[in-house]
């Protein structure tokens, strides 16, 4: 599709809703909006602008619609399948001045706030309150709620939690026409129509543009405990998981790491919490939380108990909180670590978690069959691997050419086992061409058709998810 090229005018027309220094064209800044955490992409836009309020979206919108330009929403640029790249050039809206919390409904656990405000902040500000917004993405730090929105992020603590659509009542939106709306009601029930709030949750900022949230809080736990358990092998360290459950325990959290993540992340952090003898090839790392200090030892006596059918290392006891911080910041790197080792494509498979021990299994057989090396960890609780497979001294030809294959083969696989080629980082625009590995191109045509129905001009980040016959 030919889209318009930003003009004088359009610029002019910018500044008459913007603060100028809203309105960024220099080289600086247009290349920090040209990528995101995804691979080395670089797409730069002609213009980034700042909007400050919903009104400001929406004149921007109207005006992008109308012009045929091309705009994509972008919140921290921590996301991992390019989401946020501006492929066609055109508009960055950059949310990171729409950064309010509005509202802390502490009758109702609620609470009410701008796409553009921090989750990690978010999450200290309900806090005050006793209360928890429980979704704990590892970039919690820097991501911005918007995105978690528009990824339908997940986390360490989802196993037990739920991921961002189980916590979100409401949204405000901007439609690519301009046109501001809500999608439900501020209620725990909504059976009223469809369901419009969760289509917009995961979507990928290419329907509309989320400018405010509802979401629900509960109360805070005030004890959680913590513990490192290394495995011989990475099979049994995947088959314990399924076990856990089975015996009646859900804990916070439940981290897979082989050894391969937990060496690079402790050589990145350039500290050595953690010493594993040469047996040892994985690890988990649960947490328990709660009220009751003396029932998570319970649970993590029966935990052991469940544990001592595998053959496992010296299991360590987070016994206080810098322990407990040391342990968890290894895990909480490895994405940062992995990155900084090599040019790497990330993979986000996720399959119910009784089957990752074939999971793993394919993994390291495909790596062996196509000559690639994997750092794998992940949300092993709910099933979700991350694959990180580094370039190193991968020639070009098998990176571009070669390793798609396996990829492919990969999600075919995965899709077999019952699981699907995402969990939390979206499809965005490095996974969009392996779409047809979990859907039918039914399924496809009914996604397509939705998009052109909120957005028929393909203004809105296009070019993401999927190809639109607008696209050829």
Known sequence: MKYSEITKKDLEFFHSILDSKHILTDEESLLECASDKTEDLVFKPAVV?????????????????????PIVPRGAGTGLSGGA????????????????????????????????????????????????????????????IGGNIAENSGGARAVKYGVVQDQVLNLEIVLPNGEVMWTGANTLKNATGYNLTQLIVGSEGTLAVVTKIVLKLIKAPTEDLSVFVPFQSAKDACEAVHKIFMAGYTPSALEFMERDAIDIAQEYIGEKFIKLKEDINAALLIEVDGTDQEQLMQEIEGIFDVLQEFETGEILFADNSAHKESLWKVRSVMGEAAKSASIYKEED????????????????????????????????GDGNLHINILKKDMSDDHWNNVLPKAIRELFVYTRSLGGTISGEHGIGYVQKPYMNTVFSNTSLGLQRQIKKVFDPNNILNPGKIFEYETDQ
């Open 349 to 380: 498979t996720v399959v119910p978690r009784a089957e990752l021990p074939k999971l793993i299994e394919k993994v390291k057989a495909l790596g062996k069959e196509y000559g690639f090396h994997s750092v794998v960890y992940g949300h092993a």
């Open 49 to 69: 602008l700042q909007p400050n309020s919903t009104e400001d979206v929406s004149a921007i919108l109207k005006h992008c619609n109308q012009r045929n330009l």
């Open 85 to 144: 790249l501006p492929i066609h050039g055109g508009v960055v809206l950059d949310m990171q001045k729409m950064n309010r919390i509005l509202n802390i409904d502490v009758k109702n656990f609620q609470v009410t706030t701008e796409s553009g405000v921090i989750t990690e902040e978010l999450m200290i500000a309900v806090r005050k309150h006793g209360l928890l917004y429980p979704v704990d993405p590892a970039s919690k730090g820097s991501c911005f």
